[in-house]
């Protein structure tokens, strides 16, 4: 199975991949954890992308679509895959399609989390992560059992530094203007999935997601037949 999963910052994306990647057997890539990790490395390229990320404007199509390609290219993505915040506008969704298609695939589902504006920024000033395992935690819904120390390795947490209420309503408008015309074009192709991203639970999200890829799924192989 092939899917992408879209949804304004901190609709939930990232908490509820782990339960659809190990479902259905595929691989998480997510093109800002893979940001994260240049910066950590502190390259120079890493540099670059520190400014635009914390000024929570989008890295270039160039590039990203580049480092999208040559990750899918990968022998581990043969099962299939979930792309986390990529595509991020029109023309990214665009090359995606160009790029499985020349690979003789297609993507099968279109995963959109819907969620309300003040939950999306209470969970993104709210979110401190942990910087060993990457278990995500938040100060108004999710807090660690023990303040500020991930409950699973003892390590500390952290806010990213694209977390602040400045940049949160930045990345939003500029989701509301890049992103969300993506979800036209997946409708538009009949493989869009809309979904609450407001439950507290990622693991009911991901309850709603699996009853509506396996109702599409069964509907579109009855068509096909
Ligand atoms: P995320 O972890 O998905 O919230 O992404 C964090 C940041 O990485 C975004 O605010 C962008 O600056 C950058 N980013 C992630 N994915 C993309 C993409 N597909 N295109 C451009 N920039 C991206």
């Avoid at 950590?40 to 270039?60: F, M, P, R, Y």
């Avoid at 595509?87 to 993507?107: C, S, T």
């Avoid at 500020?148 to 952290?158: A, F, Q």
Wanted: hydrophobic letters at 35%; proline letters at 3%.
């Amino acid at each position: 199975m092939r899917f992408i999963i879209t949804g304004p910052p901190a609709s939930g994306k990232g908490s509820v991949a782990p339960f659809i990647t190990k479902e259905y057997n595929i691989l998480h890539i997510s093109t800002g954890q893979m940001f994260r990790e240049e910066i950590k490395k502190g390259t120079a390229l890493g540099l670059e992308l520190k400014k635009i990320l914390d000024q929570g404007h989008l890295v270039s199509d160039e590039l990203t679509d580049e480092m999208v390609r040559q990750r899918l290219n990968q022998d581990d993505c043969k099962n299939g895959f979930l792309l986390d915040g990529f595509p991020r506008n029109i023309n990214q969704a665009k090359y995606l399609d160009a790029y499985l298609e020349e690979k003789g695939l297609k993507l099968d589902f279109a995963i959109a989390l819907v969620a309300d504006k003040d939950i999306i920024i209470k969970r993104l000033i709210g979110r401190r992560v942990c910087q060993t395992c990457g278990k995500n935690y938040n100060i108004y819904f999710t807090q660690p059992k023990k303040e500020g120390v991930c409950d699973l390795c003892n390590t500390k947490l952290v806010k990213r530094s694209d977390d602040t209420l400045e940049i949160a309503e930045a990345r939003l408008q500029i989701y509301n203007e890049e992103t969300a015309p993506i979800l036209k074009y997946y409708e538009e192709k009949g493989i869009l999935l809309k979904v609450d991203g407001n439950l507290k639970e990622s693991y009911d999200t991901f309850l709603q997601i699996k009853e509506k890829v396996n109702a599409k799924w069964l509907l579109l192989s009855q068509k096909e037949k």
